[in-house]
């Protein structure tokens, strides 16, 4: 099987870690769907606990240009919790709206202590303590919506619009710069929405069915950050990614 986590001591070794402990979730989830002529909807709520969740990753060797340590975190306690909605409705023969909310929480809930290793699989060091009790998980955002809009230009062809945003997206952070329990929360990514538009044609080619479809992806080439690292809590000092600008695909489906 793959294995992941902190099974093994760091995630370029294949030494089994003795010290690895049994991840445990706990997870409660309540959900409602609607259905009628015009109208299909659906809105769930959840709450999920892991506990003694692993992390493993890899941070510059301050000492040695090149070179990475490699961490080992066990005992990490999260919550994700919040609401989805989504629905679907034909507003006309020609026109269909289609949307989705939903609204997270996810936070950190413990504060544990980490190993780090060189790559020869040696602990440097002595194990630093992980202050992550409160702070938000990220790589995620924690609250999106999304609106669509589909038109029916002829009998096989649609044209159709789709908005996008990504809000409460916060950094992942560096495990050796949570060493104390009053730095601020991880830097908070931007909020940003983005547009979408395209349009499909279906024909027939021989005996199969095709469709043709062309797509602008970030229709107003919108400048945003996508994923952030987290030094100290401030954008000055996050490493951050940008998403693309301005894209356009084409391709053909045939059944």
Excluded: C
């Excluded at 940003?192 to 062309?214: P, Y």
């Excluded at 400048?223 to 951050?240: I, K, M, R």
Aim: aromatic content about 12%; glycine content about 10%; overall charge negative.
């Amino acid at each position: 099987p793959f294995l992941t986590g902190n099974v093994f001591l760091s995630d370029r070794s294949t030494d089994l870690n003795a010290d690895a402990l049994n991840e445990k979730v706990f997870s409660a989830e309540l959900g409602y769907g609607y259905k009628s002529s015009k109208l299909s909807a659906n809105v769930n709520v959840y709450r999920t606990s892991w506990l003694d969740k692993s992390l493993t990753g890899s941070i510059p060797d301050p000492d040695n240009v090149g070179e990475r340590l490699n961490y080992n975190i066990p005992g990490l306690d999260a919550l994700h919790q919040g609401i989805e909605l989504d629905f679907v409705y034909n507003l006309t023969n020609n026109l269909t709206m289609t949307g989705m909310v939903s609204l997270g929480d996810w936070q950190w809930k413990s504060n544990v202590s980490a190993i780090v290793r060189n790559q020869a699989g040696e602990q440097v060091g002595d194990p630093i303590e992980v202050f992550a009790d409160g702070i938000k998980v990220g790589d995620a955002a924690q609250t999106t919506f999304a609106l669509g809009a589909d038109f029916r230009l002829a009998q096989k062809s649609n044209i159709y619009v789709d908005y996008n945003f990504a809000g409460d997206n916060y950094s992942s952070y560096d495990v050796t710069n949570r060493g104390s329990s009053d730095l601020p929360d991880v830097w908070e990514i931007p909020d940003f929405g983005l547009f979408d538009i395209g349009l499909r044609h279906s024909f027939e080619m021989g005996a199969f069915e095709a469709t043709l479809i062309g797509k602008v992806n970030n229709v107003f080439n919108t400048e945003y950050v996508s994923d952030a690292n987290d030094l100290d809590g401030t954008a000055s000092t996050a490493q951050v990614y940008f998403g693309p600008g301005r894209t356009y695909s084409v391709g053909l489906k045939v059944n």
